[in-house]
Structures are given as C-alpha cells and as structure tokens.
C-alpha cells in the first residue's frame, strides 16, 4: 500500500516533490487552524442558558490580517513555482544534447520511434516498438509526442512527468531520468473505451545497455 | 444605483387578487416563483438520484474491476457482458454522472431552486420581475434533462468523452462510439443553456429593480448577494457553453473542422471555450452555497456575520476572478507555458477570497451562542469540507505540482470535496432550513442530525483516501487500475473507498425519507421556526401566493441583527420588525409611466 | 438498486484478482491457423461448382514479425515468434486468404437465406481466427474472447453500421450481425495494433475463402454466366468469367502479381 508519491525518479522529481511537501505544510497549517478553531468554538460557544452571542460587526484589522497573509504567502508560492516550471515546460529549457524520442499516441498504443544507431531521430536507421520505452539513465531526453486521433496524455508517475499529446500539434516533453529500472506508462487523458489499457513499459538503461538494446533491435531483435 | 425600490413592484407580477387558478395552472404551469422553485427541487433531487447509481456503478467497477454488477442482469448487452461492466459503459457511467451532477442536479439545486425561492420572499418583492419567462426556464431545464437522460437509451448509448466532452473525442464517432446521443448532448446544452439564462435574467432584474423600500444593497441577505452574482456569471458564461455545444454538433452534422486538426481546426479551442464557461461554472456551484451558509451559520450563531462587507467584496472577487482562472484546468494541455504561468497567479489569488469567507464564518462562531440545529449541523460540516477542498486546490494551482496530479483521482477528490463536501452539505442545509417556507412543516430533526453524522463520516471516508491514491498517481477514469504494477498496491484502498461509497448511498436514503415522509408528517411549523431575521419570515408558513400582496413590507435594518441590544431579551430582530426609535423607509418615487 | 447495493455492503467476495494482462493460459501450441476448408454455406445443395487455386507470381513479401512483448498472456500462447498475416503463402505459390465471391451472374430478385448457424470469430493468442471469412447478410457472427484480456473489436464499414465494442474478459461473447452487402468490412483490434480481420458480405451464399494451398469451391451455382472476384488484403482483386451449365463443375483459377 503506497500512502505517498511515487520513489523519485528524475532530476524533476526532487524540487516537485519538495514544493508538494512545502504546500502540503502551509496548507496542513491552514487546515488544522480552521478544523481545530471550528472545534473548538463548537464546544466553548454552544448555546447554554443565560449565555448571551457578542454582538459585533466584524473587525477590519482581522480581515487585513487574513487577506494579507494569504496573499502574500500565494504570491511568494506562485514565484518559486514559475521558476520550476518554465524549467521543466518551456521550449528553450531543453537540453541542447537531450536525446530524441518520437512517442505517437493512438487508439490504445504508444509508438515510440528511435533514433537507431545514428543517434538522429528522422533517418533511415529508425525503429518503432509498440508500447515500450527504452531510455539512458543520467541522460537528458525529449520526447516528442503527437497523437494520431484523440488527445492522449504521456505520464511516468516516478519522473513526475506528464504531457498531453495532441492530434494536429507537436510538443517536446523532456526529463532526466535518474533511476535505472522499468517503470510504466499511463495514458492521463481520457481518449476512449481502451483508455485504461493504454499501458507502457519503460526501461531507464545504463549508457552501454542501451547501446546494446539498440544494436539489438536495429539487427531485428524482437526484445 | 436606485438605493430602494418601487413601493409596488412593477410589471407581470401577479398580485393575490385575481381569478382562482385551476391545479394546472396553479402547480404544474405555474408563475408563481415559490411553485416554480419546489418544482426545480424534486426534478433536481431526481437528478441527484440518477448521479448517485451512476457513481454506485462506477465504485463498484473501480473497487472490484471485472467482477459482475450485483443486479447487473438486467442491463443490456452493449453495458454488461456477464453482468460485468464494460469499459465503454464505464466512460458511458463517469461521463454522464459529472453531467447530470453539475448540470441537472447542483446548478439548478442552487439556483433554479434557491435563486426562485429566495430571492422575492428575501426582498420583500410579490413575485419575480418576470414571471412567464421563469415559469419557461423550469421547463426548459426539465427538457434539456430528458433529452440528456435519453442517451442512454440512444442507439450506441450515452456520450462518454467524459463530463468536459473534449474534442475530437466527442466530435468524432468514429473514436468515441457515440453517436446519436452525442448530438443529443448539445442539442439539451443549448436547452439548458436558454433555461439558465431566462432564470438569470429575471433573478438580476429582480434583485436590481424590486426591493422593498429600505433594502439597501448593503441590507442584502449574503444568500441573494451571492444569487445575484451568481446570475451575472451564468448570463455570461452558459451562452459560451452552448456556442461550443453548437461547433461540436456542426462538426458533427454540416461538416465543418472547429476541432478537427486534420482540416485546420484546434482540439485545443475546445477546451479554451469550454473551460472560459467551466470554470465561472463551478464559482455558479459554489457562490449560492457559501451565501446561504452565511444566512444559516449567522443564525445558528446568534450573531451577525463577521465582516458583512468584506463577505460581499469575496463574493465579487471570486466572481471577478474566476473568469481569467479557467487556463488552470490546461496547464498540460501543450499550451504555451507562459500561459501556465499567467494562469498560475490568477489561480493562486482567487484562493484569498475564498480564505476570507472561511475565516469569516470561524468569525461569526467565534464567541456566538451556537444552536446546533440540522442546517448549523450542514453548515458548519460545509466549512470543514470546503476547507479541505480549496486547500486540495492549492496544490493543483502550483504548475510544477498539477504535473504528477494533474488528471488523477486527487483532482476527483479536490473537486467532490468542494462539490459535495461543500455544495451539496450546503443544500443539506438550505432545504431543511426553508422547508416549512416551502411546505408549511419541518423536516424531522433526530432524523436529520443522524442524516449529517453518518454523512459526514462516510463522506470523508470515501473521498479523503482518493488524494492519496491520486497522489500515487491512479489516473481519472480508468476502467481498471489493477492493469498497472504500480497502482495494484493501492487496490486495497479503492475496495475501501466503494465501501465506503456504498455505505454514503445508502444514508441517503435517511434523507430522502425524511424529506417525502415530511410532506405530510412533518411537525406543523411555526411563522418564525428558527427565530431567524429575513423578510421571508414574516409571512405564514407556507408562503402564500403573492407573497406580501398587495402590501409590501418596510424594512428597518440589515439582515443579521442578531444579539443586537435593541432586540431586548430576544437574541434576533428581523429586517421587518419596526421598533419605537425606528423611521419608515422612504419608498422610491415612481416613474412618470405608472 | 437498493437490494443490489444492500447486497454488495453485505460484505461479499473480496477477490485478489490480480491485473488480467500479466497472466494468461498457457497453451501447449499455438493456436491452429486458417482452417483448410473454404467457408461454403451451401456445401452439398445441388447446383454447379466452381473450383479452383489461388496463386501469385513473384516474390511474396515477409510478414513483420509481431513483438506482443508487452502482451504477456497472449506471447505465452506461442512457441515461435508469431507474424502479421498481410500475406500467407502456401507451396507453389499458393495464397491463403483470398475472398472469393460472385459478383456477377446471380437472377436479380433472387433471395438467400441466411444460415442459423452463426460464424465464430475467436481473439486467441492477439489474433482473429479466421483471419479472412465471409458471412451473409443477416448470419450471425459469433464474437468471441478467449484471452484474458482486453480486445475491442472496431468494425470499419461504409455500407453497414460501424461498431466498437469490447471484451475485456475471457470467456465474454458477442453476436453482431451486417445488414448489407459489403466487400469487405474491416475488423481491428486498436488495443492490438497488428490484429486485423477482413469480412465479406454477401446476399447469397456463393462465396468462399481460399485455404493454406490457395484452393476454393463455390458450390450450389444454379446454370448461369458468373463473375467473381478474388480479393486479397495486399494484392488487390482479380476477377473471372465462368458460365456453368447444368450441375457441372468448372475450374477457375486466378494469379495475383505479388507487391
């Protein structure tokens, strides 16, 4: 039984998880002060004879108290955050020397394109595999998503990876991923009846085993 | 801005002294706002039943996939095989739950019930400002419900591209399997849309234009402040609902592209429309129920709302700001990023208001002399739920986060907390508490405090542990979570949840009883049951046709007097009390044409 | 619907069923390919026949193999890598799977009935069995899952009602039926990728599929001047003139240029 967040599994992994645990403490702040207040003033101020309400309006200082607080602690939140994520979306943040994946999502299949031996994705040496997906550990690699009908959505749960794949559109998801091992595919976008069985095979390989992968599968391995 | 109203309300309403009506004409077609309402709760209540076995399905499926439905027998062929639900009638059942939930049973649960019934009784007024028109837009509203509910009787069965119906999906029945139905999805859309907006009319009309004198918009119940927002974002954001609902239905029918990428169309323009409606939507689910939980916890405080004014501004806030929020529902969408970040800041502002509400009630309880009656009980279980569910929401607002939870069940768990957890605790609330307004007796009580106990704790024990298989990364909508490795150490926890949601089902059925058995058993109410400050409570119980007419009551203060020193030795004074030291309002004079 | 929840919280099974994908039956062969004989509704009624082999010329090109790595039930069903099935060669150049029907030559206004009999079409080891057939209008056909595991079986049409069902379960069935003529209705598989199957159908019964040695018949023929066609998924179609007198049989062999 898993009560947390997958084991971390990419470089992205890390500050993700880190903001989760700091939002998870402001909001569990947030939360046990108004739980424990609502309780509280439950038992101190329920109705007994001869008890009388406070009448009062309100009090301004209390609201600029509990307006300015929030505010300020979502403003630092949305800063810190912005930073993360223009790191992990946008175009100009990956890696020059990422390593190249093509993934085409279709009705119920991932089918991801290598690059082959020449390292270069859209040459003659370039190989499809249904459904599995080989990396390098310690490598950074984009992958590029399209969709062949509905929109579908590429997520590894341990690289805290996720990206809509878009029928019409084109768009370079990129991670790093730290941990050697097999790990899964979901499809996170409802995209039919076949939806839940759109599962993937991931394998994070050391440098020389992925070599060895590929040669295999250029000479016409079936593994 | 007219400060008080006509003295006589004007135009179409009718006043107590005409003809008398045939029962046609007096409880199925009827004008009269009070009718009109009762109507929308029991087709509403209806709807909420029709959500309720759908979910029944979908936990049964999701806490043991593949095993045959109990009495699923009797389902046909293209549902169950073996009596074992199939994976297009399981996107068929999450599709059509969200459906008939937001739009058939909490929308017009809120609005067309409490929007209808309150808003005259709560401003001194005889009726609506348009009387026929509300009568139409109950029954569009019941249309667009059967013409929804036919789907699933449709050749090919229910649409099932999921509640936000995104494209292509939808548009093509060549992926989905949807085919008549899915037209039928737009055509009642458009419907509902027009009903909504007829009701909004009148409720902005209403509001602006017949207050009795001496209701001042800052005398304004919280309740009509936040109905009345309410119908501004309805009036603006169902027509663009239904302008996407037309695209979809073209695309699908007269051969054009609006989504179509193969012929220079934008799946993504789907989402943009249907999410700039979608997200003013759930403020529409919302708003209604935080007004009238300020009305019910104001009262079982016996005390004013803490910081009236503020509440007022929230309301407009979260309003105001819910229009440029709706890009948080496509932060991974593969729309530019910069927009996830713009998005980002809206999205983590609009929590500030809704923090000030809360803290606001803590406010009003704060040093009170709390009555626990069953909608305090409602109420205060809503501002515990809806903590939680605004908070689950932060999370989500924080763009690297949404990334891991983004489309998993700690979304469903975020959402159903601040739908249920918020909206429907608060009609838990509302209806027993305007119940002897609407039918002349209470709700039983005992039967109710059970009611909200056994509600609460099967309500959190459903919906809590979804964060935590969410955050596990258990994808939204997924026929069969044990296909993957790294979900199946979760299954236990999803066994527990159905459990848990058969058992919350079931306690429902304490309610369902308590309000049918009431109709005719409940204990007779008296004028003024729960000692509260509205206008409405000056009349009898039921309010009779026409309200105050031909009269209209004055009104001498704002509406949560309560404890005030001038009420004596009562802790409530309502708006319509005139005391020794108290002027008559100065009715508004009346235009040249009357 | 309460009895039925009451019934459930009344604290039934709790199964530990495991995912369906990771384990599958593992049977001793893999499963049988296309039978020999030719589909022939009306084997043994009185009337012409038309025999003949299926062959092509050049070179057939190789079948890709199919990785069902991911596919852990269904691989286990095979004891050799199994292939697609886009060309099936016999000896001599004998093709496997070719429809062959009369398009041509039946009296107008004559009616057929369909056979009870359904055709079964079984999802075993990720394939259709049979991989080509063909069905008259109005027979049923018998769709069914003998792996423990998710196929959804799209029927691709243009002159009768496209459909999309699924089976997620072994043992699940169903019969669906086509209401029109249609040369041919594709069936796919889209959790599959590679599981395609090809149907004809026809208002009469003078069809048949040809076997592992290219041979066909179409029996029952009343005398008459008929075309048919031969129709392969890769190769394209063919077609033939034959003119039966009496209750004679009469050969009729067609060659397809392989590509």
């Given at each position: 039984m898993r009560w947390w967040l997958p084991d971390a599994g990419s470089?992205?992994?890390?500050?993700?998880?880190?903001?989760?645990?700091?939002?998870l403490i402001i909001t569990g702040i947030a939360l046990v002060v108004v739980e424990v207040g609502l309780v509280t003033f439950v038992i101190k101020y329920r109705a007994r004879p001869g008890r009388k309400a406070f009448y009062?309006?309100?009090?301004?200082?209390?609201?600029?108290?509990?307006?300015?607080?929030?505010?300020?602690?979502?403003?630092?939140?949305?800063?810190?955050?912005?930073?993360?994520?223009?790191?992990?979306?946008?175009?100009?943040?990956?890696?020059?020397?990422?390593?190249?994946?093509?993934?085409?999502?279709?009705?119920?299949?991932?089918?991801?394109?290598?690059?082959g031996p020449d390292g270069k994705l859209g040459t003659a040496d370039d190989f499809t595999v249904r459904n599995q997906l080989h990396v390098t550990v310690n490598e950074p690699i984009a992958v590029e998503l399209t969709s062949e009908d509905a929109i579908h959505s590429f997520f590894v749960p341990e690289w805290r990876v996720k990206q809509d794949a878009v029928p019409g559109m084109h768009i370079t998801a990129w991670f790093q991923a730290t941990k050697t091992g097999e790990f899964e595919i979901g499809c996170a976008e409802l995209c039919g009846m076949g939806h839940y069985k759109m599962r993937g095979r991931v394998f994070v390989h050391t440098p020389e085993d992925y070599k060895a992968w590929v040669a295999q599968q250029a000479a016409g391995g079936t593994e | 801005m007219t400060s008080v109203a006509h003295a006589k309300p004007a135009g179409g309403a009718h006043d107590a002294h005409h003809a008398p009506m045939s029962f046609w004409r007096k409880y199925i077609f009827s004008t009269d706002h009070k009718i009109i309402g009762i109507q929308f709760l029991f087709v509403s209540l209806f709807f909420l039943l029709v959500g309720g076995l759908l979910a029944m399905q979908i936990r049964w499926q999701l806490g043991f996939p593949g095993k045959p439905l109990p009495g699923g027998g009797i389902l046909p062929e293209s549902m169950v095989s073996g009596g074992v639900i199939l994976p297009e009638y399981y996107i068929q059942l999450v599709t059509m739950h969200g459906t008939f939930m937001v739009f058939f049973a909490i929308m017009p649960l809120l609005v067309g019930v409490y929007a209808n019934f309150l808003i005259p009784l709560k401003l001194g007024g005889h009726d609506m400002a348009f009387p026929r028109i509300n009568m139409w837009s109950f029954w569009l509203a019941l249309v667009a419900g059967l013409i929804m509910l036919s789907g699933f009787f449709m050749p090919d069965g229910a649409p099932r591209a999921g509640w936000t119906m995104y494209a292509p999906l939808s548009a093509r029945p060549d992926l989905s399997g949807a085919t008549i139905s899915q037209k039928l999805w737009s055509i009642s859309i458009v419907v509902l849309g027009l009903s909504s907006v007829m009701g909004s009319v009148n409720y902005i009309t209403t509001v602006i234009n017949h207050r009795a004198p001496g209701m001042t918009w800052f005398r304004m119940p919280l309740s009509v402040w936040a109905l009345f927002i309410t119908a501004i974002l309805a009036v603006l954001a169902l027509p663009v609902l239904q302008g996407a609902a037309i695209m979809l239905l073209f695309d699908q029918t007269i051969g054009t592209h609006f989504f179509d990428p193969g012929a220079g169309g934008q799946p993504l323009l789907w989402q943009h429309l249907f999410w700039f409606f979608g997200h003013p939507e759930v403020y529409i689910l919302i708003l209604p129920a935080m007004g009238m939980v300020s009305d019910i916890i104001a009262n079982g405080s016996r005390k004013p709302i803490f910081g009236y004014h503020s509440m007022v501004f929230a309301i407009i806030g979260i309003a105001f700001l819910g229009w440029i929020v709706w890009g948080h529902h496509m932060f991974m969408s593969g729309m530019n990023p910069t927009l996830g970040s713009t998005f980002m800041v809206s999205t983590l502002l609009i929590a500030v208001p809704s923090a000030i509400k809360v803290f606001n009630w803590l406010g009003t309880m704060w040093r009170g002399n709390l009555r626990f009656h069953v909608p305090m009980l409602n109420a205060i279980g809503f501002v515990s739920m809806f903590t939680i569910g605004g908070l689950s929401g932060i999370f989500m607002a924080a763009t690297p986060v949404d990334i891991p939870l983004h489309d998993t069940q700690f979304i469903v768990a975020h959402l159903h907390y601040v739908l249920f957890g918020g909206s429907l605790f608060a009609l838990f609330a509302a209806i027993p508490y305007w119940y002897p307004k609407m039918f002349g007796r209470m709700m039983h009580e005992g039967i109710g405090k059970v009611h909200f106990w056994l509600t609460f704790v099967f309500y959190n024990m459903t919906f809590f542990p979804m964060h935590i298989i969410g955050m596990g990364g258990q994808m939204r909508r997924i026929y069969d979570p044990t296909i993957y490795d790294f979900l199946k150490p979760q299954q236990p926890l999803n066994e527990f949840i159905s459990y848990s949601a058969f058992a919350l089902f079931a306690v429902q059925f304490l309610f369902a009883f308590n309000f049918l058995w009431s109709l005719k058993f409940g204990k007779k109410a008296s004028q003024n049951p729960w000692e509260d400050n509205g206008l409405e409570w000056s009349l009898p119980n039921p309010a009779p046709h026409g309200n105050w007419a031909p009269k209209t009551p004055n009104v001498y203060r704002g509406p949560y007097e309560f404890s005030a020193p001038e009420a004596g030795d009562k802790d409530y004074l309502p708006q319509y009390t005139k005391l020794p030291t108290d002027r008559d309002p100065v009715p508004a004079p009346l235009p040249a044409t009357h | 619907m309460k009895g039925r929840i009451f019934s459930v919280v009344g604290g039934m099974f709790l199964l530990t069923v495991c995912s369906k994908g990771d384990r599958g039956t593992v049977q001793a062969a893999p499963p049988a390919p296309q039978p020999a004989v030719s589909s022939d509704p009306t084997a043994g009624a009185a009337g012409g026949t038309i025999t003949g082999k299926i062959k092509f010329t050049g070179v057939a090109p190789k079948n890709p193999a199919i990785d069902m790595s991911e596919e852990a039930a269904c691989k286990a069903k095979y004891k050799t890598t199994p292939t697609e099935e886009n060309?099936?060669?016999?000896?001599?150049n004998a093709l496997a799977n070719v429809f062959i029907y009369v398009s041509a030559g039946v009296p107008a206004g004559q009616t057929f009935t369909a056979p009870t009999t359904p055709v079964v079409l079984d999802q075993n080891g990720c394939r259709y069995h049979p991989h080509v057939f063909g069905v008259m209008v109005g027979q049923n056909i018998e769709i069914k899952n003998s792996d423990p595991l998710l196929h959804n079986i799209k029927a691709i049409a243009k002159k009768n009602r496209p459909f999309n069902v699924s089976q997620p379960n072994a043992g699940m069935t169903k019969t669906v039926t086509f209401a029109a003529p249609e040369v041919m209705v594709n069936l796919?598989?889209?959790?599959?990728?590679?599981?395609?199957?090809?149907?004809?159908?026809?208002?009469?019964?003078?069809?048949?599929?040809?076997?592992?040695?290219?041979?066909?018949?179409?029996?029952?023929?009343?005398?008459?001047?008929?075309?048919?066609?031969?129709?392969?998924?890769?190769?394209?179609?063919?077609?033939?003139?034959?003119?039966?007198?009496?209750?004679?049989?009469?050969?009729?062999?067609?060659?397809?240029a392989a590509h």
């Open positions: 470089t992205f992994a890390g500050p993700i998880d880190t903001l989760f645990l700091a939002i009062t309006h309100g009090s301004t200082r209390a609201e600029v108290i509990w307006t300015a607080i929030p505010a300020v602690t979502m403003v630092a939140l949305g800063l810190i955050s912005n930073h993360y994520w223009v790191l992990m979306k946008d175009k100009k943040s990956i890696p020059p020397n990422a390593y190249h994946l093509g993934v085409h999502a279709k009705q119920f299949e991932w089918l991801v394109t290598y690059p | - | 060309v099936v060669a016999g000896p001599a796919e598989c889209n959790v599959h990728g590679w599981m395609h199957a090809y149907v004809g159908v026809r208002p009469d019964p003078f069809y048949a599929v040809s076997g592992p040695d290219g041979s066909f018949s179409i029996t029952g023929l009343p005398p008459g001047t008929y075309t048919i066609e031969a129709w392969h998924e890769k190769f394209g179609t063919q077609t033939a003139t034959v003119t039966i007198a009496g209750t004679e049989s009469k050969t009729a062999n067609l060659t397809f």
